[in-house]
């Protein structure tokens, strides 16, 4: 099941985006836009290279280093190569498309 927030952020897709690091785990933006939380869990614990939106802020975060369970957080998918190009010091370019299998 694809919740609603997974497909807002398709929607905006593709995106490129200036991503700042935050607290040297993880790479945030903030969107055009509000996600929706509709049906979302309570929270998510994410791992490396998962893409999520943090309601409470409202920015989208792709984590390079694991982290722990937040309440707030919601998956929105995964990267599955490359992560290295998000362990370098402050900001970066990424251009986020949806990549069919």
């Known amino acids: 099941m694809t919740i609603p927030t997974s497909r ?3 929607a905006l ?3 490129t ?7 040297n785990t993880e790479k945030i933006f903030y969107p055009s836009r509000k996600l929706s939380t509709q049906h979302a869990p309570a929270g998510f614990d994410p791992s490396v290279g998962d893409i999520t939106w943090y309601a409470p802020w409202g920015n989208v975060a792709l984590f390079y280093k694991d982290f722990g369970y937040s309440r707030g957080l919601i998956s929105l998918g995964k990267i599955t190569s490359g992560i290295e190009a998000f362990t370098v010091n402050g900001s970066i370019t990424v ?5 069919a299998e």
């Open 8 to 10: 807002d952020f398709v």
């Open 13 to 15: 897709l593709p995106l």
């Open 17 to 23: 985006v200036k991503m700042d690091d935050y607290s």
């Open 95 to 99: 251009t986020f498309e949806l990549v």
